[in-house]
C-alpha cells in the first residue's frame, strides 16, 4: 500500500506540474472559481509558504532525508493506517525533490513548481505534492494521538495503569501491607 499510494502521488503531482507548465507557464492565472480556486505557476526555492527562500539546499537535504527515514520505517511497518500516511509523506517528498534537483537554475538549488492557489492572495500556492505531505502529516499527527503504532500495534493508556496497579500490589505485598481498592 505505501508503495502503491507513493507511485500514485508522485505520477499525480509529475503529471499535474508537466500540465500546469506546458499550459500556464509564462500567462496570466486560470480563474477556475472567482475569489476561491484559481492556477498559477510560480516556482518556490523555500518550503511551504515560502519560508526560508534562499536555503534551497537545506530543503533538498532535508527532503532526501525524510525519504530515507520513511523507506527505512517501512520495514517495520504492519499497519495499514500507518502504510498510507507514510505513502502521501513519501509520494509528496519525492515529488518536490525531484523539483529540487532537476528544475532549473541546478542540482540541489531547484525550484518547486507551485499552481495551486486557493483564495487567492491569502493562501499560499501549492501543489500535489503538498496537499500531500499536508494530508499524511495529519494522519500520522492522528494515528500517534489514537495510539496506532508502526508494527498494528495499538496503545491505548491500559497498560500503563495496569503496569502500575500490578507494581503497587506487588511493591504491596513485598511490604507486608495491603492494598486497599476504591471499589
Not at 527562500?53 to 495499514?80: D, H, K
Not at 538549488?109 to 500531500?132: I, R, Y
Not at 496497579?165 to 501491607?177: L, M, P, R, V, W
Request: glycine fraction near 12%; include cysteine; aromatic fraction near 8%.
Amino acid at each position: 500500500m505505501l508503495a502503491t499510494l507513493a507511485v500514485v502521488v508522485y505520477g499525480l503531482d509529475l503529471l499535474t506540474k508537466t500540465i500546469v507548465l506546458r499550459t500556464l507557464e509564462g500567462r496570466e492565472p486560470f480563474v477556475l472559481i472567482p475569489d476561491l480556486l484559481q492556477f498559477r505557476v510560480i516556482f518556490n526555492a523555500g518550503a511551504a509558504f515560502s519560508i526560508g527562500t534562499g536555503m534551497t539546499i537545506v530543503f533538498t537535504i532535508i527532503a532526501s532525508g525524510v525519504v530515507v527515514a520513511i523507506l527505512r520505517t517501512a520495514r517495520n511497518l504492519r499497519s495499514l493506517p500507518w502504510a498510507v500516511t507514510l505513502g502521501l509523506m513519501l509520494g509528496g517528498a519525492l515529488g518536490n525533490l525531484t523539483d529540487r534537483l532537476f528544475r532549473a537554475p541546478g542540482g540541489l538549488q531547484g525550484h518547486v513548481v507551485d499552481f495551486v492557489e486557493a483564495f487567492p492572495g491569502h493562501f499560499p500556492v501549492f501543489n500535489v505534492a503538498d496537499s500531500a505531505i499536508v494530508c499524511g502529516g495529519i494522519l500520522a499527527v492522528f494515528l500517534a494521538w489514537r495510539g496506532y503504532q508502526i508494527d498494528g500495534t495499538r496503545d491505548t493508556g491500559q497498560n500503563t495503569t495496569q503496569n502500575a496497579t500490578e507494581s503497587t500490589a506487588k511493591s504491596d505485598a513485598e511490604n507486608g501491607t495491603e492494598s486497599k481498592s476504591d471499589g
